[in-house]
C-alpha cells in the first residue's frame, strides 16, 4: 500500500485544517452559555465594491482588518435585488415563490402564515430586539412584530423624531409620515393645508439639521422624502440597547447606507476622486435605461465607494464599543447585506432585474466570540441560509420548509455541487402561471440568468425572453454570453430551471 503524501493531497487537508480547529470553539460556546447573536445589514452593499473582495479601491479598510477575525463568505448571493422579497427571506428561511413577498404594496406583502415563521418566533428563549433605516424593512418588522420583544421605530433614528404620530399610526407608520410631510411641504398642488404649520415645520427642521450641514457637504444623509438621519445614532442605540438587553439576546439591525442617495460624511468627501481607477466599460444591457451614460454611471459609483467608507468607519466604531465593554464576549456578529447596487450596462442602482453579479453577490462576515483566525469560505451560499445557520449555532430546532441550509465550516459535506437560486415575480401574480420575472441559477463555476415577460422593462426583450450564462472562473466581469440552446451545459441550466421550478408547483408563461 502507498502511504506516500503527494503535494496535491497536502493542500487538500491543508485547506481543511482551519475548518477542524475551528469547530470545537463553536461547539463549547453552544454548550456552555447560549450564544448572543447580532445581525448587522448594511442596504445595497455590493461585494463588487468591496476591497475585501479584490475591488481595486479600498471602500473597506476597518471591515478588511477586522475579518483576520472572522469567517469570510466569497460566494454569497442575495435571495433578490431589492429590500423586500431578500430580507424577508432572510427572515423566514425562504425564497420569494414560498413567501410571495414579491413587492410591497399593501396586498403585495409576505403571506400571513410568515408572520409567526420567521426568525423571531424560532428564538422564543432569547430577547429579540430590531430596528431599520428602511420602509420596506420596516413593513416586515411590524409584521412580525408579535415576535419581537423591542422593535424601535423607524423614525426614531432620524434626526426629527416624529413621536406623536407613531403614537397615534402605529399600524400606519409610513402612510402617516408621507401624509405629514406632504401636508406641510407643500408637495402636492403647490400649496399645503395649514400655511403656518408648513412654515413653523421648515424653521424647525432647519435648526435641527444646521448643525450636521457641515458635517455632510453633500447633504444629510436621507430614507424617505426629506426625513434626515445620521449613521451615529443607529450605531450609538445599537450599542446602547445591547448593553441594556436580557441575554441571550437576539438583534437584527438593518441600516440604510451605503443605500442612495449617497451622502458621505467630509473625511471621505473626494476621496478616490484622483485615484486613476477606471471602471471596465461594458455593453448597455437590454433591461437598461438608455439616458444613462458610463460617464454619470462612473461619478455615481464614487459617490457610492465614498459613501461605503462612512458605512465601514461606523461599522469599526461599533466593533470597538462593544469590545471595550465586553459586549464581544458572547456575541455572534453577522455582517452582511440584503442586495447590491449597480453602476454599468445603463442600470442604475439596484431597480432592474438583471440579477448581473454587482447586483445578488453581497458580502458576509461571520464574527465568532473569541475567534483568533481568519477562515474564508468559497462554497456557494445565499440568504436563506442564513436563518438555518443561526438556530444551528443558538442550539434550535430547525422547522420543516426552509429552504436554506447550514453552511461551512458548521457542516463539512462536500456541497460543490449545490445549485443556489434568485428570483424576482413583482410584476406577475401571486397564483396562477408566472408572466414576468427573472431567475438566475448559481452553480458550479456558472450564473445563468432567465428574463421573461412583456411588462415594464421586460417589453425591451425581443421574443419576451432571454437567457445569459457566464462563466464566472474566466469571465469575473461578465462579458460573454455563453448561452446556446444546443448546448449541454445550457441544457443543463435550462432543465435545472424546469426541475424546480416542477418542485414548487409553478408555471411559466411560455412565450415562442
Not at 493531497?9 to 491543508?14: G, V
Not at 408637495?187 to 427642521?205: D, H, I, K, T, W
Request: charged share 20%.
Amino acid at each position: 500500500m502507498d502511504n506516500h503524501l503527494t503535494r496535491r493531497d497536502f493542500l487538500k487537508l491543508a485547506a481543511l485544517l482551519p475548518v477542524s480547529l475551528y469547530l470545537p470553539k463553536i461547539t463549547s460556546s453552544i454548550n456552555g452559555e447560549k450564544p448572543n447573536v447580532l445581525v448587522i445589514i448594511f442596504d445595497s452593499w455590493s461585494a463588487s465594491n468591496t476591497s475585501l473582495y479584490g475591488y481595486p479601491r479600498k471602500t473597506t479598510p476597518n471591515i478588511d482588518k477586522l475579518a483576520k477575525n472572522a469567517i469570510v463568505y466569497h460566494n454569497h448571493y442575495a435571495s433578490g435585488h431589492y429590500t423586500y422579497p431578500s430580507t424577508a427571506s432572510f427572515l423566514t428561511g425562504v425564497l420569494p415563490w414560498e413567501h410571495k413577498g414579491y413587492w410591497s404594496n399593501p396586498y403585495e406583502n409576505i403571506q400571513e402564515p410568515y408572520y409567526q415563521k420567521n426568525i423571531f418566533h424560532y428564538l422564543p428563549e432569547y430577547y429579540r430586539s430590531a430596528c431599520t433605516h428602511n420602509s420596506l424593512a420596516n413593513g416586515l418588522l411590524v409584521n412580525m412584530a408579535a415576535g419581537i420583544d423591542k422593535l424601535l421605530p423607524k423614525y426614531n433614528l432620524s434626526i426629527i423624531p416624529n413621536k406623536w404620530y407613531d403614537r397615534l399610526f402605529s399600524h400606519d407608520e409610513d402612510i402617516s409620515i408621507l401624509s405629514w410631510i406632504r401636508n406641510l411641504e407643500n408637495l402636492e398642488e403647490g400649496f399645503a393645508n395649514s400655511v403656518f404649520l408648513s412654515r413653523f415645520y421648515r424653521q424647525f427642521r432647519e435648526i435641527s439639521l444646521a448643525k450636521y450641514r457641515e458635517q455632510f457637504p453633500r447633504g444629510i444623509p436621507a430614507f424617505s422624502l426629506k426625513d434626515n438621519f445620521v449613521l451615529e445614532t443607529a450605531i450609538d442605540w445599537v450599542a446602547e440597547n445591547l448593553q441594556e438587553s436580557a441575554t441571550p439576546f437576539f438583534s437584527y439591525i438593518h441600516l440604510l447606507p451605503p443605500h442612495s442617495p449617497y451622502r458621505t460624511r467630509r473625511e471621505f468627501v473626494d476621496q478616490f476622486k484622483s485615484d486613476g481607477f477606471i471602471p471596465i466599460k461594458k455593453p448597455h444591457h437590454l433591461l437598461g435605461q438608455k439616458p444613462i451614460t458610463y460617464q454619470e454611471q462612473v461619478g455615481s459609483r464614487r459617490m457610492y465607494d465614498e459613501y461605503l467608507l462612512y458605512a465601514d468607519s461606523e461599522f469599526q466604531r461599533l466593533m470597538e464599543n462593544l469590545a471595550q465593554k465586553g459586549g464581544l464576549e458572547n456575541t455572534i456578529v453577522i455582517l452582511t447585506s440584503d442586495h447590491g447596487e449597480m453602476f454599468e450596462r445603463g442600470i442604475p442602482e439596484h431597480g432592474t432585474p438583471s440579477f448581473h453579479n454587482p447586483l445578488v453577490h453581497v458580502p458576509l462576515l461571520i464574527f465568532p466570540p473569541g475567534q483568533q483566525e481568519r477562515i474564508d469560505i468559497h462554497a456557494l451560499t445565499t440568504t436563506v441560509d442564513l436563518l438555518p445557520t443561526i438556530l444551528h449555532l443558538t442550539g434550535n430546532p430547525t422547522p420543516a420548509g426552509l429552504e436554506g441550509e447550514l453552511i461551512p465550516p458548521f457542516q463539512t459535506e462536500n456541497r460543490s455541487e449545490r445549485a443556489i437560486i434568485t428570483a424576482d415575480f413583482r410584476l406577475s401574480p401571486k397564483s396562477g402561471p408566472l408572466s414576468d420575472g427573472t431567475i438566475m441559477i448559481r452553480a458550479y463555476d456558472y450564473k445563468f440568468t432567465y428574463f421573461f415577460g412583456t411588462k415594464n422593462k421586460y417589453s425591451k426583450l425581443p421574443d419576451s425572453f432571454g437567457f445569459e450564462l457566464f462563466d464566472l472562473a474566466n469571465d469575473r466581469e461578465e462579458m460573454e454570453n455563453l448561452f446556446d440552446p444546443s448546448d449541454s451545459l445550457s441544457q443543463t441550466f435550462l432543465q435545472m430551471m424546469e426541475d424546480k421550478l416542477l418542485e414548487k408547483n409553478l408555471e411559466l408563461v411560455r412565450y415562442n
